[in-house]
């Protein structure tokens, strides 16, 4: 079942999402985690939680979606860099406690089979997910199964598009394939907490709440999960009934 708390902005989004995250954020707890532009209030949010008040991320484990594949660790755009420039340096989670599935090494899919091996021994208990443009969530894009597991997948077109701003605005430098927790995957976490802002992510907001669960859009299968709330501000929540 889908709950949709609909905010103002963006900010308010944030503000909402940290709402929801900080009663997960407590010894024992696993949370499952996501890159891009969407979670970053959210992160900032939790950053200056730790910082003033002190809240610990000593016995808390990760788990993250994807990561592109063949980008080095040490890339700027990398989700490894990403989430330890974003979130994990400036906390005091444990490195061994954090996961990001690799993008490099000489069996891509084994890797993927172990890191689904690793979720199921300590289970999500709050999944952060953003929404594409296309309804993808993780890197599944439309048509992909909703009973995969962790794989290997080529960016859809518009993905590769819509994530250019972070290479320069070049289309050609972006990685043209991710390993990413699969549709099964992501629907294991106990709960799940999606966030979509912005006017471009309208048509696969209404597609999520209101279409049919069809592989055409990946989201839509959320529909199908016990507990989820979705945060939607005015702009992404514009074509919803
Ligand atoms: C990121 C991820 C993606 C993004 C989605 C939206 O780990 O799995 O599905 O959540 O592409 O990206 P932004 O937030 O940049 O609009």
């Known amino acids: 079942m889908i709950k949709v708390v609909k905010v103002d902005n963006a900010t308010e989004a944030a503000d909402k999402a940290f709402e929801v995250m900080k009663e997960y954020i407590k010894p ?6 996501a890159t891009g532009s969407t979670p970053l209030g959210l992160y900032e949010r ?3 939680d730790h910082k003033e008040n002190g809240t610990s991320y000593k016995e808390i484990k990760t788990f993250n979606l994807d990561e ?9 755009e990398s989700y490894y860099a990403f989430m330890h420039r974003n979130l994990f340096d400036q906390i005091d989670i444990i490195e061994e406690n954090t996961h990001v599935p690799s993008g490099l090494g000489e069996d891509l899919e084994a890797q993927a089979k172990h890191y689904d091996e690793m979720i199921d021994k300590d ?8 929404i594409g ?17 962790t794989h290997v997948t080529d960016l859809a077109e518009s993905t590769i598009r819509d994530n250019c701003r972070f ?6 430098k972006v990685p043209t394939q991710s390993v990413t927790q699969g549709i099964g995957t992501i629907m294991k976490a106990k709960n799940i907490l ?6 471009n992510k309208a048509q696969a907001v209404k597609d999520m709440i209101e279409g049919p669960v069809d592989e055409a859009c990946p989201a839509s299968v959320l529909q199908k999960h016990p507990n989820v709330i979705v945060i939607v501000d005015e702009a ?3 074509m919803l009934k």
């Open 167 to 172: 290479f320069d605005n070049d289309m050609s």
């Open 46 to 48: 939790m950053v200056k």
């Open 236 to 238: 992404a929540a514009s």
């Open 194 to 199: 999606l966030i979509a802002t912005g006017a």
């Open 28 to 33: 024992g707890k696993v949370l499952g985690l």
């Open 133 to 149: 443009s296309d309804g993808h969530i993780a890197f599944n894009e439309p048509g992909t199964p909703f009973d995969s597991g």
């Open 123 to 130: 289970p999500v208990d709050i999944q952060l997910l953003g």
């Open 68 to 76: 592109y594949v063949g980008l080095p660790i040490t890339h700027p």
